[in-house]
């Protein structure tokens, strides 16, 4: 889903938002950099394969998945981290690694890390690694319905 039809997502529920452009980047760290957006704002989407399903997990950018706690909170006997070659199909639009947070648009599940639910905005990846979109935390979970779980720990 490229910014264009996020925007057009986010218009259509009266949700106010910022979109910023930043210097392509890669990895959740150097986009909040970039962006001068603080790590613990940024969601980092990863896709995660539960009981052999897809769905996304989301985190912020300074945080990790302890993938014990998510198959435990989700009652799965198996959580495992999925490959990109496993998922990139299902995000066409999308630069690999820069999937926005919303698994109801692509029948996914989402599953939210209760730390990123602590800040009163969120950023994230909109479909490339050279733009994000900002917007109130309660916002973007009115529009997801995310599941918010314990299941990440501060990145060391």
């Not at 925007?7 to 910023?20: D, G, M, R, T, Y």
């Not at 985190?59 to 799965?76: C, H, K, M, S, W």
């Not at 995000?91 to 602590?118: Q, R």
Request: aromatic share 8%; charged share 25%; with cysteine.
């Amino acid at each position: 889903m490229p910014v264009k039809e996020i925007q057009e997502l986010l218009n259509s529920h009266h949700v106010k938002f910022a979109a910023i452009p930043h210097s392509t980047a890669f990895t959740a760290q150097e986009i909040a950099a970039k962006a001068h957006v603080p790590g613990k704002e940024l969601a980092k989407t990863v896709i995660v394969k539960i009981d052999g399903t897809m769905a996304m997990a989301v985190v912020p950018a300074n945080y990790q998945i302890d993938f014990e706690r998510l198959r435990e909170a989700t009652g799965a006997n198996k959580v495992e981290l999925a490959m990109e070659e496993e998922f990139k199909y299902n995000f066409p639009e999308c630069e690999i690694g820069a999937m926005p947070p919303f698994g109801n648009l692509y029948n996914m599940d989402t599953y939210v890390a209760e730390s990123l639910a602590e800040d009163e905005n969120i950023c994230f990846n909109a479909g490339s690694h050279h733009e994000l979109i900002k917007l109130a935390y309660k916002d973007w979970e009115h529009i997801v319905h995310p599941q918010m779980l314990k299941f990440s720990v501060i990145r060391h």
